[in-house]
């Protein structure tokens, strides 16, 4: 697999350089100016950044932590070691790599992994150092179809990386896919006041959007759309993972660009120049009905307009 409207209110995150007082950061949805800041200050745990720092991960995978951005994305969501965590279709292992032993001793790892090859492969990767993955389970999990990653209500955190656009499926499938579906799955796994967190290659909001289909990028849009429709709220956004030197627009959409190279040596340097892809990282909640109001300040947040495609009906839950 590659890898490749309302104004609510919502609850506010604060994002702030490492030296400074944290502040809210207002929530952009329309396109993103080229010259905008691509790497907002977080606060990085120092226990996420010892995990990103492990000798042990693959020289492979920490290559490209100038592209992805770690230790920060994962502080973002707001990642501690005592939770239970679903990683989506975490394909080689890039995230898990970090993720399951640094909640082996604490926290639950749960992948969600096609069944068959990629879960004997998942399976075998977790096998062979069993000291750092610990107890990490696997789940099967079928785009499209109603899947218990943990029992209802006991998740602490989701997260998927740039797959959004695996779940909208191909053009010949209708609307969104298998999206809804899995949306409304994630949100009966999540405790109230459980988070989920997607990172997704970012197609501007001015480009057509068929080519969420065909390019691997997804607008914003669609996935604020797609997670409110299953009940989610928004609470932050972070620019932590933008490109501004990708176009979006390349012949083989985002797998063009490192790492896949899509295109063979053609161009190839030009296509390293210019690194992975801009992406979006969202953080999204799911809402607590006992929390006290005052936990939840009001943030206008502007969604948006593009026409939304039809949804595909869910299944019954």
Not at 54 to 68: G, I, L
Not at 71 to 79: K, R, Y
Not at 282 to 300: Q, R, T, Y
């Amino acid at each position: 697999m590659r890898r490749a409207l309302l104004v609510l209110p919502l609850i506010a995150l604060s994002i702030a350089p490492l030296s400074a007082k944290p502040t809210v950061k207002p929530i952009k949805t329309t396109a993103r100016k080229a010259a905008a800041t691509p790497r907002p200050g977080i606060e990085v745990s120092p226990d996420i950044a010892a995990a990103v720092a492990d000798p042990a991960r693959k020289p492979e995978n920490s290559v490209r932590d100038k592209y992805r951005h770690p230790a920060q994305t994962l502080s973002f969501f707001g990642l501690k070691p005592d939770m239970t965590v679903i990683e989506m279709l975490p394909g080689g292992g890039w995230y898990s790599e970090i993720l399951a032993p640094y909640l082996a001793a604490g926290g639950h790892y749960v992948a969600a992994v096609p069944p068959g090859k990629e879960t004997e492969q998942f399976e075998a990767l977790i096998a062979s150092d069993t000291a750092r993955y610990g107890k990490a389970q696997v789940v099967p999990f079928t785009a499209g179809q109603l899947t218990d990653f943990t029992p209802p209500g006991t998740a602490d955190l989701v997260l998927t990386f740039r797959n959004i656009h695996n779940l909208l499926g191909s053009p010949d499938q209708p609307g969104d896919g298998n999206a809804p579906q899995t949306f409304a799955d994630w949100y009966r796994a999540l405790k109230p006041g459980g988070i989920l967190g997607i990172e997704e290659h970012r197609l501007p909001e001015q480009m057509d959007v068929a080519r969420e289909k065909t390019t691997g990028y997804v607008k914003r849009s669609t996935v604020i759309r797609l997670a409110m429709t299953a009940g989610f709220q928004l609470v932050a956004a972070s620019d932590v993972n933008a490109n501004p030197k990708d176009d979006h627009d390349h012949p083989k959409g985002v797998w063009t660009l490192p790492p896949t190279y899509e295109l063979g040596d053609t161009d190839k340097a030009k296509y390293a120049a210019i690194g992975e892809s801009d992406r979006m990282t969202l953080k999204f909640v799911k809402p607590d009905p006992n929390a006290p109001s005052a936990d939840a300040p009001h943030l206008d947040v502007d969604i948006p307009t593009d026409p939304a495609p039809p949804t595909t009906p869910q299944q019954p839950q």
